[in-house]
């Protein structure tokens, strides 16, 4: 095993977020092949920016969300100092 490395996983992806993957891979496809008339080849590029841009809000509010720490709840006392 060594030598080798574990793929990358993330374990919070949402529901939301592999339906933006669908869509964007879907267009993509479309895109690639070539059969669009230039009036709905800009509209379906337009249309990726926007998921392209849903999707890294919603990674970047995930991620913010991770990284803060909890809010002191009421009557929580603090962890000693080990």
């Known amino acids: ?9 993330f374990p919070v992806v949402t529901d939301a977020l592999n339906e933006l993957t669908a869509r964007l891979n879907d267009a993509v496809e479309r895109l690639r092949g070539g059969g669009l008339e230039p009036e709905a080849t800009l509209t379906l590029i ?5 998921l ?3 999707a890294s809000a919603q ?14 709840l009421p009557g ?5 100092a080990a």
Do not use: I, K, N
């Open 52 to 54: 392209a841009s849903e």
């Open 1 to 9: 095993m060594e030598g080798r490395r574990r793929p990358l996983t």
């Open 46 to 50: 337009e249309e990726c920016a926007r």
């Open 59 to 72: 990674v970047d509010q995930r991620t913010r969300a991770a990284l803060e720490p909890l809010p002191d």
């Open 76 to 80: 929580q006392l603090p962890l000693p």
